[in-house]
């Protein structure tokens, strides 16, 4: 079936560095991609989000990536911070009027300090 | 601006029983999702409201049902409870309208003993 995919469970960075989290998706019909975070017992925290007519979009330390050609998202996170860690979730939807959100089954970052 | 609140956010019950879970959206918001997340499964969409009438149905059982009050309060209710039932139910509320991101709660965190 249709699904939204995550390359790595776990990426473990330094403080300072760089963090790329990438996500695979199947379904050439979505037009419209969320990256969620999520710490330990906290609901998902919206990140950003990119529409299928974008290719980037930038916010504050983060940016994200969205290749249509190959189904494929990232979101890179600059000079991560301890705070940065948490499970990250990239999530679609369909351009069919469907609103509900398939989820990836997440990255956990670690950033070490 | 307060976020979305749920409530409670831990629930016990015992195999066979009924719950009831609350999601109070964002001031504004008209549209409340609920999603529920499993270590197994991850995030999966259940069912999503808007102006009191069910939009959208997740593939769930029909034990599983949910409703909207005027004022877009949900409730979602979950009849002769399963062990696997068991799960952190979140709620997520969006203004209305494509593109816009869904803002979650924190949970209620249902064990099913």
């Known amino acids: 079936g249709e699904s939204v995919g995550l390359h790595l469970p776990t990426l473990s960075v330094q403080e300072g560095d760089n963090s790329i989290i990438n996500c695979a998706y199947s379904?050439?019909?979505?037009?419209?991609f969320i990256w969620y975070k999520q710490e330990s017992g906290k609901g998902p925290q919206f990140i950003i989000d990119i529409r299928s007519n974008m290719d980037k979009r930038q916010g504050q330390r983060v940016t994200v990536l969205l290749n249509k050609t190959v189904k494929h998202l990232s979101l890179q996170i600059a000079a991560t911070q301890p705070g940065d860690s948490a499970v990250y979730f990239c999530a679609d939807r369909m351009d069919t009027g469907r609103r509900a959100l398939t989820f990836g089954s997440g990255t956990r970052l670690q950033v070490q300090p | 601006k307060a976020g979305v609140t749920q409530t409670p956010r831990y629930l016990i019950k015992t195999r066979g029983q009924q719950v009831t879970l609350s999601c109070s959206p964002i001031s504004g918001h008209r549209s409340v999702s609920w999603y529920q997340q499993t270590p197994g499964q991850g995030l999966q969409f259940l069912f999503e409201?808007?102006?009191?009438?069910?939009?959208n149905k997740g593939n769930f059982p029909g034990r599983f049902s949910g409703r909207q009050f005027s004022n877009s309060r949900s409730e979602m209710n979950v009849s002769t409870l399963e062990l696997g039932d068991s799960a952190l139910y979140l709620c997520?509320?969006?203004?209305?309208?494509?593109?816009?991101?869904?803002?979650f709660g924190q949970g209620t965190r249902l064990t099913v003993v």
């Open positions: 379904n050439s019909a979505s037009d419209y």
């Open positions: 997520a509320s969006r203004i209305r309208g494509s593109g816009t991101e869904a803002f």
């Open positions: 409201y808007f102006s009191e009438t069910q939009r």
